[in-house]
């Protein structure tokens, strides 16, 4: 997988609440809207769809593209249009494949900024210096063990060294990153509440929905145990408490023996914590993009990494 799936795959599956948070003013299509706030409305819609077996429309995948609904919003493409550029090719394809969905092809690849020092912090001084002209010298003397500085390799440029506070939040991202990429499944949590949603569920779905629950626990006891550098310490505080509140609205879902037992209130409830356990991520994401700390594809804190389009 390229470094540019890896970093959306990561983003948008392990906290699908970002696309929920951004879709949150979308009404449902099949919907008459009532008279209330557009996230009332939106909140109310899933809740029905879930208790008549449909997942919320969080997890939708509308036009059938390969794409969610809440992912379309992030590429920024038409969720009701497989093929929102009119290409020839659905935009799950496209995404898939590192290519623009906004773009027709063929020529819209999409790519990530490189952080090779040679290609990024050049000196502007060298960028079109014109090549000295090559002047004669004579024989050299095959005893003079000297070496000749017109042919000798120069010195490599070496990227300027990030302040202590930047290596300090820079860590604190890899350490971030690392615990939030592995401490919940996001694959086994969409398919634990897809198989709960059914009309006839399997006898291990509830308790598969209250590990993924306990999952979240673990995960804040983890993101406790980190030491947030002051920058950052008001937005870590928010990140757990987001997640705690997701993973006690997952087990209270889960504690009920079927999904049409559940009120509307609960999967309002449920819906809410996705939706500020995601905006919480994504703001501690546009901080590390504002401080300018750019994370690599191999480190752990690319997860925070907004691409560019």
């Known amino acids: 997988m390229s ?9 948008i599956l392990l906290l699908f609440g970002v696309g929920a948070y951004l879709t949150r003013e979308r009404g449902s299509e099949n919907t008459t809207p009532p008279e209330s706030s557009p996230s009332t409305e939106t909140s109310t819609t899933d809740a029905r769809s879930a208790k008549n077996g449909v997942l919320p429309s969080a997890l939708n995948d509308t036009d059938r593209d390969g794409l969610k609904d809440f992912e379309e919003t992030l590429w920024k493409t038409d969720p009701a249009n497989p093929d929102t550029d009119g290409d020839g090719s659905t935009d799950g394809e496209e995404v898939q494949n590192d290519r623009n969905p906004l773009k027709k092809g063929p020529n819209d690849r999409l790519s990530l900024p490189s952080y090779r020092p040679e290609e990024n912090q050049l000196p502007l001084s060298t960028a079109k210096q014109p090549a000295p002209k090559k002047t004669s010298s004579p024989p050299k003397d095959p005893t003079d063990n000297t070496s000749d500085p017109t042919t000798s390799t120069p010195p490599p440029i070496s990227k300027p060294p990030e302040s202590p506070e930047k290596i300090a939040l820079r860590a604190y991202g890899n350490e971030t990153g690392g615990i939030l990429k592995t401490s919940v499944n996001s694959d086994a949590e969409t398919s634990a509440f ?60 889960a504690s009920f023996a079927k999904s049409s037992d559940i009120s509307i209130a609960e999967w309002n409830r449920y819906t809410e914590q996705v939706t500020a356990s995601g905006k919480a991520f994504f703001t501690l994401a546009l901080f590390f993009k504002e401080q300018g700390i750019v994370f690599s594809s191999h480190e752990e804190g690319s997860i925070f990494t907004i691409p560019s389009f």
Do not use: M
């Open 3 to 11: 470094p540019l799936k890896g970093v959306i795959a990561v983003l």
């Open 194 to 253: 897809k198989e709960f949603l059914k009309e006839k569920p399997s006898d291990t779905a509830q308790a598969e929905l209250e590990q993924i629950g306990n999952d979240y626990g673990r995960r804040v006891d983890l993101l406790n145990a980190i030491s947030a550098p002051s920058a950052v310490q008001i937005l870590h505080a928010e990140l757990i408490s987001r997640n705690r509140e997701q993973g006690e609205a997952i087990k209270r879902v």
